[in-house]
């Protein structure tokens, strides 16, 4: 009788917690979104801050978001997925697998602040970059790098060897193999986790601040984007923080708001687009 | 070998064609072998470039200020006429930030991947688990908004009532280690609940059952046997955690006050991460030096994370 008295006091206590969890993370969106939905209206999305007009937008922050998210995705994507063919399909049972999928490893936990301090003196500093989109994008590549490889690498794992072998007697040479069969096959898993870098990308703060530094103001030509990737720009989450140190804290909640929005599509899009292609390992 | 496949390489030996491929064909070959090597050590170079300046860059102000004045003094005054480059309640404040968030997050986090692993009916935990990893990607900056304007409030409350008329007590409107702790603990929910959780579902389902057969309530089960079995998936969702708490700045920022002070919950502290975002801004000199001293000491915390869940990982294979 006791044991049972027990159980039902350990289950009521599991229920609570899941309780716990759900209501907590479900409240910080519902109250985001309370907080910040209030605050969007087509001119905060696509003007910028002007104190002359007395305007407060972030179409600034959000053409940085995009500038920083689509230059490391230029540059990390393809390093990623050349290291994760290299990995599974070139390098057999070396060492230097084992050591390289160790560095991997490690990249992936170091701390965006560490990445951060890394950036800022070796691309700022030392490359002479200073604090610019482009600096905070080749940080930002060498802390997404992990995710693609590493989702690259499963989606080539999940490729069935007869494909190889039949690829292999029919006289394909590897690169052919690669390029026109295995790349495919993997396809459905590489998209995935690009998707789910972009969530990254997004999201990142604190690198950022120390590599990309801030700045909001509207590129008004082609010419100007262009040149935007040699100068400091802050994306939508230093925007946040900025806005927060100022007490400016309905337009903290609008980029709030905007941000979740933007995080919750890569996600579920890479979500659904897994089920649909079911890959197991993602679900 | 089969007999025609025989004659036909006989036969091609014969025609005199040679069997190997084209030399464009091999050239395209090596150098995409070139090209996906590099590509694979780019990794390694990375973490070996981080690791060396990291360590080329916090090892002076070490060197200039002395590893007793920095590591063992408690006395923080960067910018004053004589200043004091003492970080042991910023290290003593990331130590006991970290410890505390995982002490209250993982229990609950732990709790709720049962619920989701061996008591949820079915469908309920299908629509519950890929929320949870969706929560994964609320970026830190948004965790920091709603603990300043949430938390820190009832923080203060609670302040005012526990300090009320207290002379020694210095008031920080509620932005504290507490705050900082519960946010932390919040933020690394969603991290331990996604691993453990899978971790617990891979456990084979005869092991559950066997046990079941011999007498054992649901509820022993999943404590003495799934659990227990799961260990190694459920020491590397802690060990994520530790490494995400350790290291997470912004959300700690802006919720955690700001002055360095001995860690105890109604204190406004400083961590590593938050002393370098703060700081780094307007330091020069030997300062800017010390912030990173700090920024060594947070990598040299994080790489021994590593190293804990890479040997728990190797182990969990054999």
Known sequence: ?283 | MDVSLQQFYQEMKASGQSLRPRISVRIVEAAAQAVFTVCAFASLLAVVSITLYMIANGIPAIWQIGVKEILFSALWKPVSEEPSFGILYIILSSVTGTFLAVLLGVPVALLTAVFLAEIAPKRLAAAVRPAVELLAGIPSVVYGLLGLMVLNPVMYRWEQRLFKGSQTHQFTGGANLLSAVFVLAAMILPTVISISESALRAVPEQLKASSMALGASHIQTIFRVAIPAARPGIVTAVVLGVGRALGEAMAVNMVSGGSVNLPLPFHSVRFLTTAIVSEMGYAEGLHRQVLFTVGMILFLFIMLVNMLLHAILRRGDG
């Open chain 1, 1 to 283: 009788m006791a044991g049972k008295l027990k159980d039902s006091f350990v289950l009521i206590l599991i229920c609570l917690s899941a309780f716990l969890s759900v209501v907590l993370l479900a409240g910080i969106i519902i109250y985001v979104f309370v907080k910040g939905l209030s605050v969007i209206r087509w001119s905060f999305l696509a003007t910028a801050s002007s104190a002359a007009k007395g305007n407060v937008g972030i179409a600034g922050n959000i053409v940085n978001t995009l500038y920083v998210a689509v230059l490391t995705l230029v540059m990390a994507v393809p390093v990623g997925i050349g290291a994760a063919v290299w990995l599974n399909e070139y390098a057999g049972r070396s060492r230097w697998v084992r050591l390289i999928e160790f560095a991997t490893e490690t990249l992936a936990g170091i701390p965006s602040i560490v990445f951060g301090l890394f950036g800022m003196v070796f691309f700022g500093t030392t490359l002479r970059l200073g604090f610019s989109v482009l600096t905070g994008s080749l940080t930002l590549t060498l802390m997404i790098l992990p995710l693609i490889t590493r989702n690259t690498q499963e989606a080539l794992r999940a490729v069935p060897d007869s494909y190889r072998e039949a690829a292999a007697g029919m006289g394909a040479a590897r690169w052919y193999m690669i390029r026109t069969i295995l790349i495919p096959a993997a396809m459905p898993g590489i998209v995935t986790g690009v998707l789910l870098a972009v969530g990254r990308i997004v999201g990142e703060s604190a690198a950022l601040l120390l590599t990309a530094g801030s700045g909001y103001f509207l590129p008004e030509s082609g010419q100007e984007l262009l040149y935007k990737i040699m100068q400091p720009g802050g994306t939508l989450t230093i925007q946040l923080y900025l806005s927060m140190a100022k007490a400016q804290y309905d337009v903290a909640f609008g980029i709030a708001a905007v941000l979740l929005c933007i995080i919750f599509f890569f996600n579920l899009l890479a979500k659904l687009l897994a089920r649909k292609w079911d890959l197991s390992w993602k679900q």
